[in-house]
């Protein structure tokens, strides 16, 4: 859900006076994204949990300097981008052993919320752990990417950004970012079918 | 290179398929109760205040109003209970006054 020009500039207001639920309907309305961003980045839900609060901070403690020169939306994903950047740099740093979050299927939601899907809703229960699989694998796979491709391709495809928005978010060139999206894809799609192919064997 | 290869978008929607997964992606985590707690750690209790987990001195106002408070409602106890006291009941069964018998003269 995106705010009106006019209710945004309202909202940006309130935000900057530090109003602490103007806070929590922001985090509220781009919670959802933004973590998922994060987890599609780092690939550990604590990580991307822990990191999506600290986006948030930054917001809080950086509204003030906030232009409207973009919309609050993108800014905000910039904000997350540039944290989770910095994050990756470090574990990697610390060759932090990469928890494979997609393992855990029990962390579904359709599994385990009460409200969520139930066997019976399921038409084919083969096709629910085949997409489960097919996903672990294309997520370890993003994970293989470097970040600045995996950055490009997490916005675009995953998060269905526009090469606008884009563009605001990594401070790149149109063609720029359009080749590394190209080129994140490619890589992808060829880590993909290797490690399918392997499976297959 | 100005435009994304046609089938590179197609590559896109397979993508966006797959890491659907088989339901409906990850649940998101509540991130609002762990931003509020952050923020008041680091602001030392300024925002999102919840009067006790930040706070490093005693409150000494709330001493002051509680110990107040406590007064005005001891006060107003007595006032409403003082005229349902009346005057004292009297003791019927008082002890005659001792009469002192002064010794015949023999």
């Known amino acids: 859900m995106e705010l009106e020009d006019k209710e945004e500039a309202r909202f940006i207001a309130r935000l900057a006076s530090r109003d602490e639920r103007a806070f929590n309907e922001l985090v509220v309305l781009y919670q959802e994204r933004v973590f998922r961003i994060l987890l599609r980045m780092l690939g550990r839900r604590d990580e991307a949990e822990d990191m999506a609060q600290e986006v948030f901070v930054q917001v809080f403690k950086a509204v003030g300097t906030f232009r409207g020169d973009s919309k609050l939306s993108t800014w905000i994903y910039r904000i997350a981008v540039n944290l989770c950047k910095n994050r990756v740099k470090y574990l990697k740093r610390r060759r932090s052993e990469a928890q494979d979050e997609y393992e855990a299927m029990a962390e579904r939601s359709p599994m385990t919320s009460g409200g969520g899907v139930t066997s019976g809703d399921v038409a084919r229960p083969d096709h629910l752990v085949e997409g489960m699989q097919l996903e672990r694998v294309v997520q370890s796979c993003i994970m293989e990417l470097e970040p600045d491709f995996r950055e490009v391709l997490v916005l675009r495809d995953v998060e269905d950004l526009s090469y606008e928005e884009l563009c605001e978010v990594t401070g790149l060139p149109d063609g720029t970012v359009k080749s590394r999206l190209h080129r994140a894809r490619a890589m992808l799609k060829q880590a993909v079918e290797r490690r399918m192919g392997d499976q297959a064997k | ?106």
């Open chain 2, 1 to 106: 290179m100005s435009e994304v290869p046609e089938d590179s978008e197609e590559l896109a929607a397979e993508l966006r398929t797959a890491l659907k997964g088989g339901g409906a992606g990850p649940a998101p985590p509540d991130v609002l109760a762990g931003f509020q707690r952050k923020l008041r750690e680091r602001s030392g209790g300024k925002f999102y205040e919840d009067g006790w987990s930040t706070s490093r001195h005693p409150p000494k106002s709330t001493y002051l109003i509680t110990s107040l408070m406590m007064l005005a409602v001891l006060g107003l106890i007595y006032a409403l209970l003082a005229p349902l006291s009346g005057e004292p009941v009297p003791v019927e069964n008082m002890p005659q006054p001792v009469q002192i018998i002064s010794p015949r003269p023999q």
